[in-house]
T-cell receptor, first 113, second 111 residues
Framework: DGGITQSPKYLFRKEGQNVTLSCEQN?????MYWYRQDPGQGLRLIYY???????QKGDIAEGYSVSREKKESFPLTVTSAQKNPTAFYLC????????????FGQGTRLTVV | SQELEQSPQSLIVQEGKNLTINCTSSKTLYGLYWYKQKYGEGLIFLMM?????EEKSHEKITAKLDEKKQQSSLHITASQPSHAGIYLCGADTSNTGKLIFGQGTTLQVKP
């Protein structure tokens, strides 16, 4: 079945360590997105990519990095420079055009201790 | 300030009552999306609107996009406990593929 998969669902890391969150889609979508969600808040855009080997900063990119080497994959690295990394992270993918549906993964809850 | 403002931020209604959630921007909305979320889970797609004046319905949920394409509303008729959750509006406000979201509206429906 086509879909978008995030792994793992829960992730624990020690402060100061980098951690990479996985996002894979088999929908043949060109665009992929990473969002962060904090309790009681909506989604804030971290990075997005509309084509392989290209990506743009979103509204809260500091302390994060991404790569888009393959169309299917858009991993997010939370670096030690991110001051408050504990959050729920959501990945999405979307086809071409401004009004195609965006599909979301089930999210990764990252806890940094 | 948010590019997409949702109101209200939270809502508690009695089962059977109607309710409306609004999503407003100072910019043109190139594609407006409504999603529902149970906190800690992924987003469930509800509806997508593109044209000014467009209206779509699914079961008891109706979404509208105004003529100027700067405001959308989500209306739920005869609410049920299954409607409880977080409702999020999303849009591309720059026509560049940058998809952003509002801060969400948390809905509780009391039996």
């Amino acid at each position: 079945d086509g879909g978008i998969t995030q792994s793992p669902k829960y992730l624990f890391r020690k402060e100061g360590q980098n951690v990479t969150l996985s996002c894979e889609q088999n929908l043949n979508h060109d665009a992929m997105y990473w969002y962060r969600q904090d309790p009681g808040q909506g989604l804030r855009l971290i990075y997005y990519s509309q084509i392989v080997n290209d990506f743009q900063k979103g509204d809260i990119a500091e302390g994060y990095s991404v790569s888009r080497e393959k169309k299917e994959s858009f991993p997010l690295t939370v670096t030690s420079a991110q001051k408050n990394p504990t959050a729920f992270y959501l990945c999405a993918s979307k086809g071409q055009g401004s009004v195609t549906e965006a599909f979301f993964g089930q999210g990764t809850r990252l806890t940094v201790v | 300030s948010q590019e997409l403002e949702q109101s209200p931020q939270s809502l508690i209604v009695q089962e059977g009552k109607n309710l409306t959630i609004n999503c407003t921007s100072s910019k043109t909305l190139y594609g407006l999306y409504w999603y529902k979320q149970k906190y800690g889970e992924g987003l469930i797609f509800l509806m997508m609107l593109q044209k000014g004046g467009e209206e779509k319905s699914h079961e008891k949920i109706t979404a509208k996009l105004d003529e100027k394409k700067q405001q959308s509303s989500l209306h739920i008729t005869a609410s049920q406990p299954s409607h409880a959750g977080i409702y999020l509006c999303g849009a591309d406000t720059s026509n560049t593929g940058k998809l952003i979201f509002g801060q969400g509206t948390t809905l509780q429906v009391k039996p």
